[in-house]
């Protein structure tokens, strides 16, 4: 079974630019939840899908945004990058959700904003 | 919102010493979940703990939840070098669906 799948794994943008990262999870997982991690903050939940919906949404800037299609695939969004937007995005899968069960994460995009 | 804090941040052994870390929460958990993270690589499910008071074992690792639900530990005995990496907590509250994930603890290990 393939484990989640985060494109690209490493990106470099500029501030002001967006950008849009993309995250397969597990076949058979409906949930996909983001997280955000630097090293000052650690581990910050972002947002998680379920069934195309968003279900929770972490204390973000409206600058984030996400959604999840049909086959359960998601994407994230962050528009006019900032500086400390720099960090490694992590995504992760689960059958029921959040909490319910483990987390299966992917490898991670980190961004770069210079 | 939710308080978790995990200690301590950062822990260095020598290689066979013992390594524990703790995680609190300021409200009643309804179940508790404990990841590791090597480095450059991601978070890696190790556990999930659900009843009061309960421990679990995977071989040298013992886990365990508070009796107050509020509270759990992760103690690795004799450590290897195959246990760098750091450890979280995450959390759930009853009723809430998001985790909410400790800080972390850093472990790094003398040959």
């Known amino acids: 079974k393939a484990g989640v799948t985060q494109t690209p794994r490493y990106l470099i943008k500029t501030r002001g630019q967006q950008v849009t990262l993309s995250c397969s999870p597990i076949?058979?997982?409906?949930?996909v939840s983001w997280y955000q991690q630097t090293p000052g903050q650690g581990l910050q939940f972002l947002f998680e899908y379920f069934s195309e919906t968003q279900r929770n949404k972490g204390n973000f800037p409206g600058r984030f945004s996400g959604r999840q299609f049909s086959n359960s695939r998601s994407e994230m969004n962050v528009s006019t990058l900032e500086l400390g937007d720099s960090a490694l995005y992590l995504c992760?899968?689960?059958?029921?959700?959040?909490?319910?069960?483990?987390?299966?994460f992917g490898e991670g995009s980190r961004l770069t904003v210079l | 919102g939710q308080q978790v804090m995990q200690i301590p941040q950062y822990q260095h052994v020598q290689e066979g010493e013992d390594f524990t870390t703790y995680c609190n929460s300021s409200?009643?958990?309804?179940?508790i979940q404990w990841y590791k993270q090597r480095p450059g690589g991601h978070p890696v499910f190790l556990i999930q703990l659900v009843k009061s008071g309960e421990v679990k074992k995977q071989k040298r690792l013992t886990f365990q939840f508070g009796e107050a639900k509020k509270n759990s530990s992760l103690h690795i005995t004799a450590t290897q070098t195959t246990d760098v990496g750091t450890y979280f907590c995450a959390l759930r509250r009853g009723g809430a669906q998001k985790l909410v994930f400790g800080q972390g603890t850093r472990l790094t290990i003398n040959p």
């Open positions: 992760a899968s689960s059958l029921e959700g959040e909490g319910v069960g483990e987390l299966f």
């Open positions: 409200t009643t958990l309804s179940n």
């Open positions: 076949s058979g997982h409906r949930s």
